[in-house]
T-cell receptor
Framework: AQTVTQSQPEMSVQEAETVTLSCTYD???????LFWYKQPPSRQMILVIR??????QNATENRFSVNFQKAAKSFSLKISDSQLGDAAMYFC?????????????FGKGTRLSVIA | EPEVTQTPSHQVTQMGQEVILRCVPI?????FYWYRQILGQKVEFLVS????????KSEIFDDQFSVERPDGSNFTLKIRSTKLEDSAMYFC????????????FGPGTRLLVL
């Protein structure tokens, strides 16, 4: 079974600075998808960014980018120019690329605080 | 922008009572999911649903749980006889199709079992 590990329970960053959240995963599959979801205090799960394992290029979405290291099974999230609204729990998630309706497997999350 | 909706946002129930949590997935999506998140813990998969049947379910999804798509829009999770440990946030998610990998989550239903 696949597992996702987020080794940083809490992180903090100064407003306008850059922060990197770590995620590693364990799988024997070669085809899969990785995601970062943000959960603000409202507890809604909001997709931040997605990476397909077959793509070598790291995904970017505005101030959010990932460092995807397939061989190392690492998928870190970089937030540039941090804003107060970035404060939230961040969950890394894995989904098998096998056909079918396989679910997301989540890590335990990293709570990010942004200091003004 | 279309979004997944869930009702109620909060539900308080007595242990042993039945609850039904409702979700309206994004209208053209084909794959549906329920997850739960006990306070302070990670999000856990309960069940996935496609073509009017369960695709996959976790160990958590025992005989006390059931899912249904009673009409073309709603997707419900029923807990037959609630336990204290069922207190959690329950999230519904939907996905467009086999080549669209992103799952879109609803805002969740916070269930408290007393």
């Amino acid at each position: 079974a696949q597992t996702v590990t987020q080794s940083q329970p809490e992180m903090s960053v100064q407003e306008a600075e850059t922060v990197t959240l770590s995620c590693t995963y364990d799988t024997s599959e070669s085809d899969y998808y990785l995601f970062w979801y943000k959960q603000p205090p409202s507890r809604q799960m909001i997709l931040v960014i997605r990476q397909e394992a077959y793509k070598q290029q790291n995904a970017t979405e505005n101030r959010f980018s990932v460092n995807f290291q397939k061989a190392a099974k690492s998928f870190s999230l970089k937030i540039s120019d941090s804003q107060l609204g970035d404060a939230a729990m961040y969950f890394c998630a894995y989904r098998s690329g096998n056909s079918g309706n396989t679910p997301l497997v989540f890590g335990k999350g990293t709570r990010l605080s942004v200091i003004a | 922008e279309p979004e997944v909706t869930q009702t109620p946002s909060h539900q308080v129930t007595q242990m042993g009572q039945e609850v039904i949590l409702r979700c309206v997935p994004i209208s053209n999506h084909l794959y549906f999911y329920w997850y739960r998140q006990i306070l302070g813990q990670k999000v856990e998969f309960l069940v996935s649903f496609y073509n009017n049947e369960i695709s996959e379910k976790s160990e958590i999804f025992d005989d006390q749980f059931s899912v249904e798509r009673p009409d073309g829009s709603n997707f419900t999770l029923k807990i037959r006889s609630t336990k204290l440990e069922d207190s959690a946030m329950y999230f519904c998610a939907s996905r467009l199709g086999p080549y669209q990998e992103t799952q879109y989550f609803g805002p969740g239903t916070r269930l408290l079992v007393l």
